[in-house]
């Protein structure tokens, strides 16, 4: 009767591989459909009704990202034809090889919600799927079906988030990085406590081979009553060069103008 | 007296004000007191114990445009952020600085960057504010930083006995 099997999506270079599960289906069924599939459903929505802009722009943005994830694997994929489903509203791209481009329909997924940076040259179009998912009316959903794969399209529900109070640059080390959502965790002589900051996915990777190494890092930070980080965001990092530290400063002092310095104390 | 420098002596870490950085970098070169705020930065250096910049020497020492500033061991830019600026207003409020502008004739101006790097070394936890400018032993000294000039480092030779 039913059975479930697991996709191992390919690795990617950027390592955005995903566990994905098929659902219980009956074997004489499971026929895995060749269509990628931007579903929206609600009440009164049809082909002859729909928002028509805003449902291009959606499936605009989503096969874009499809597309340029792929390009960026060099998988062999092509996004070619176009069908609408008489099913609610749904628009159908046929494709050849569906595991293949499963890893790559999750992670436009992920980068129309926000949860993971999208290929270089597709933050705009990223964006604009996301505006475009905002504008969704309430009692609409959205969902992505790539063969008998499905997944719901939805923005996250935003998370309690206080503002973050200042700006911090300052020498740190970096002692853990990972999760589901990105956290880095560091310890500096300028603190006084390690702590932990969120970062994003391109981030983290750029930071991965700085662990227990000396970096500048740049963060916009919320802290406690008594001082302490307790919250924060790691904007950017630079690492530190090892080695004799006097040549680079010497040369940074005289490019600056330094020799002209002249003291005014009155 | 031998200009070398009694590692035995050398803080931890130390942050450095103006005066002995830009000596260190190559300025006043012909100052007497240049080769020994170099040595004593080496030494620093040469023997792994941090050394401190604050942001604010940056700021004064910086004329036009050059190269980036330089992400270095050794040599840390301490920041002015919210953290020293806390520090500062609650350990030397403006009143102090006022106070000790007319006690000293100096200007404010001159003494809130004073007291700027002060406050950098209290928010690196630095072991010795090491400066030319006696105005550093005012400022920081009244805050509980340990301020000292780079002869305090320096190795003494003993006289032979009968000489002078």
């Known amino acids: 009767m039913a059975w479930t099997t697991r996709f191992t999506p390919q690795r990617s270079s950027r390592d955005r591989s995903k566990v994905c599960y098929i659902h219980p289906v009956a074997r004489e069924e499971l026929t895995l459909d060749r269509r990628v599939v931007l579903e929206l459903d609600g009440p009164g929505v049809f082909p002859e009704t729909v928002d028509a802009a805003l449902v291009l722009e959606l499936a605009a943005a989503f096969f874009a990202l499809v597309q340029g994830n792929a390009v ?5 994929i092509a996004l070619r034809g176009i069908e609408i489903l008489d099913k609610c509203v749904a628009i159908a791209v046929p494709v050849d090889a569906i595991e293949l481009v499963l890893p790559y329909t999750e992670a436009a997924r992920l980068q129309l919600i926000g949860e993971q940076e999208p290929p270089r040259g597709l933050t705009t179009i990223a964006e604009r799927g996301r505006s475009a998912l905002r504008r969704l009316p309430e009692d609409h959903t959205a969902k992505i079906i790539t063969g008998t794969w499905t997944r719901a399209l939805s923005l996250p529900k935003p998370r309690d988030v206080q503002p973050l109070d200042s700006i911090l640059s300052i020498r740190a080390v970096p002692l853990r990085i990972g999760g589901i959502n990105p956290l880095a ?3 500096s002589e300028f603190e006084p406590e390690p702590f932990t900051l969120s970062v994003t996915e391109s981030l983290a990777r750029k930071l991965g081979p700085y662990l227990y190494k000396e970096v500048d ?4 930070v919320g802290r406690s009553a008594d001082g302490t980080i307790e919250r924060g965001r790691l904007e950017e990092f630079e690492p530190v060069e090892g080695g004799d530290p006097r040549p680079a400063w010497r040369a940074w002092f005289e490019s600056v103008g330094g020799n002209e310095w002249e003291p005014h104390r009155h | 007296m031998s200009l070398t420098i009694d590692v035995a002596l050398l803080p931890p870490n130390a942050l450095i004000d103006t005066g002995v950085f830009i ?7 012909n100052e007497s007191i240049t080769p020994l705020c170099k040595a004593f930065c080496d030494a620093m250096i040469d023997n792994q114990r941090p050394l401190y910049v604050a942001a ?10 050059g190269n980036r500033l330089p992400r270095t061991r050794g040599l840390v830019v301490v920041p002015f952020d919210d953290r020293a600026a806390e520090l500062l207003g609650l350990n030397m409020p403006m009143a102090k600085i006022h106070e000790t502008s007319s006690a000293s004739g100096l200007s404010r101006t001159y003494l809130k960057y004073d007291a700027m790097i002060a406050a950098c070394a209290l928010r690196a936890k630095a072991m010795a504010l090491v400066a030319l400018d006696g105005d550093h032993t005012t400022m920081a ?5 340990k301020v000292t000039r780079p002869e305090l480092y320096e190795k003494k030779q003993l006289l032979l006995p009968g000489t002078t």
């Open chain 1, 217 to 220: 890092i740049e963060a916009k």
């Open chain 2, 141 to 145: 000294g009244a805050i509980g930083i």
């Open chain 2, 23 to 29: 000596r260190f970098l190559g300025h006043q070169p």
């Open chain 1, 72 to 76: 960026e694997d060099a998988a062999p």
């Open chain 2, 56 to 65: 604010p020497t940056i700021a004064e020492v910086t004329r036009y445009t």
């Open chain 1, 185 to 187: 965790r560091f310890r």
